[in-house]
């Protein structure tokens, strides 16, 4: 059965569209998922553009809560979950690593139906395609058969958002100054070209030229937009130094030199983003604990722990900045704590209100036993046990030496506890060595 351009599959038609289809992206949903509701309008269109370009992939899907042994077969847990079959193969599908829209499922399924790099002959058909795009890949080879060359065409599978080339011929070597093998990074912004010759000893690892392509495709400085949100955050750069302005200001505009000027120094490790607050960027200051009158100003972010480092100083040299991300680097800064003002009456009902500024003092009390839930004011989960938590604050408001107590974590930060989860309960015995 057909529905639109999508197969609709199940238990007793599964390996005869295997068989017939060389390339086969099935879905498995559940027909109560929001998420696979959502998906279904831009899967069938992608199934309709793959179809009308003649590419050898078709789209299918399955309804994992009626085909519970094809769920329980390719371990279904989470919905959707895209899966890609290859030649009939039936034992080791493809996990869908691309996006979840159109342009992500065709892109995606494009690239695993063709060579996922285009073979690049001529210097003029060379030209063209490095002009083509803002962003292009190209791997220059001696041997398109060799393990390294395999490797680039895998990354160049996964890597759907820029086109990859490849390139063998000797007078091409010659025309773009390369000896040996080497992945060259086009680009028409920032330093142009940026080269990563292929270690002969080594070789190329995917996880390593991924991560080598994702972090120098980036621009040096980028500006916080809700295009650019997903490349900031997914880039897996440790570190984001932010520059918080207001764009309307000119004076605040001119600060970008200075910023532009210090990121080369840490390509890779620090991300630079600029926020501007008089456009996307507002939304951003509640979790910095700032208003727009804080501009302009930056600070430093790890992202493991969203730890925040201010740089007080008014300068905004370039030098000033880099010796500041040295500084937090090499440990010698610590990090700025948001916390809000303890509330006059903090301790006077059964539940505590603790803030940044009053938890040490409270929570590592050697004579208390302090049970305290972390929380963020819009969570549901928070709420919805915040009746639970009153009545255990009730239940042992007479006993001295326990308190029940909470934390607004969107508002205040502890230097030795990451809560990165709504609500996260710590109980902190009583007694000496300061146990959580």
């Known amino acids: 059965k057909e529905e639109d351009d999508v197969l609709v599959l199940h238990q007793n038609n599964f ?25 279904a309008p831009a899967f069938a269109q992608a199934a309709t553009m793959l179809r009308n370009e003649s590419i050898p992939v078709r789209l299918a899907k399955v309804d994992a809560t009626a085909q519970v042994a094809l769920a ?23 996990a869908y690593t691309g996006r979840m829209d159109t342009e992500g499922i065709v892109r995606w399924t494009q690239r695993r139906a063709g060579p996922s790099a285009t073979l690049l002959q001529d210097t003029d058909t060379t030209a063209a395609f490095i002009s ?18 395999q490797v680039f065409y895998e990354v160049a599978g996964e890597m759907v ?30 330093e142009r070209r940026t080269d990563f010759p292929v270690d002969p000893v080594q070789g190329l690892l995917v996880a390593e030229l991924t991560q080598l392509l994702r972090v120098h495709s980036l621009k040096l400085v980028m500006e916080f937009t ?29 600060l970008q030199d200075g910023f532009q000027a210090a990121a080369s120094t840490f390509r890779g490790e620090v991300l ?27 600070r430093l972010v790890r992202m493991e722990n969203n730890r925040k480092y201010r740089m007080d100083q008014d300068s905004f040299t370039a030098r000033d900045i880099q010796t500041f991300i040295r500084a937090v680097l090499d440990g010698k800064v610590k990090p700025h704590l948001l916390s809000a003002e303890p509330p006059e009456d903090w301790d006077r009902r059964p539940v505590k209100v603790l803030v940044g500024k009053t938890f040490e003092q409270v929570a590592f009390d050697e ?24 009545e255990l604050g009730e239940r042992y408001r007479d006993h001295e030496d326990i308190i029940i107590a909470e934390m607004d974590s969107t508002a205040n930060e502890l230097e030795n506890i990451t809560i990165s989860g709504f609500p996260t309960l710590h109980y902190f015995p009583a007694g000496p060595g300061r146990k959580v």
Request: proline share 5%.
């Open 15 to 39: 390996a005869r569209a295997l068989k017939e289809h060389q390339l086969l992206l099935v879905e498995f949903y559940a027909p109560w998922c929001g998420h696979c509701q959502r998906l």
């Open 72 to 94: 329980k077969e390719f371990n279904i847990t989470s919905y959707p979950t895209l899966k890609l079959f290859q030649h009939g193969n039936r034992t080791h599908p493809l």
């Open 132 to 149: 083509s795009q803002d962003l292009v890949v190209v791997g220059f080879f001696k041997d398109l058969e060799s393990k390294v060359a």
């Open 161 to 190: 958002d820029m086109p990859f080339g490849v390139v063998e011929a000797a007078e091409l070597f010659k025309e773009y100054g390369l000896s040996a093998d080497t992945v060259c990074l086009f680009k028409k912004f920032d």
């Open 226 to 254: 809700p295009e650019t949100s997903n490349q900031i955050f997914s880039a897996k750069i440790p570190h984001h130094m932010l520059l918080f302005l207001n764009k309307s200001s000119l004076a605040q505009q001119e």
């Open 272 to 298: 630079f983003v600029v926020v501007d607050v008089s456009g996307h960027g507002a939304e951003v200051l509640s979790f910095f604990g700032m208003t727009p009158a804080d501009t302009p100003t930056l």
């Open 367 to 390: 004579t208390k036993n302090v049970f305290v839930k972390f929380y963020a004011p819009w969570c549901s989960h928070c709420q919805a046990m915040a009746a639970a938590w009153e």
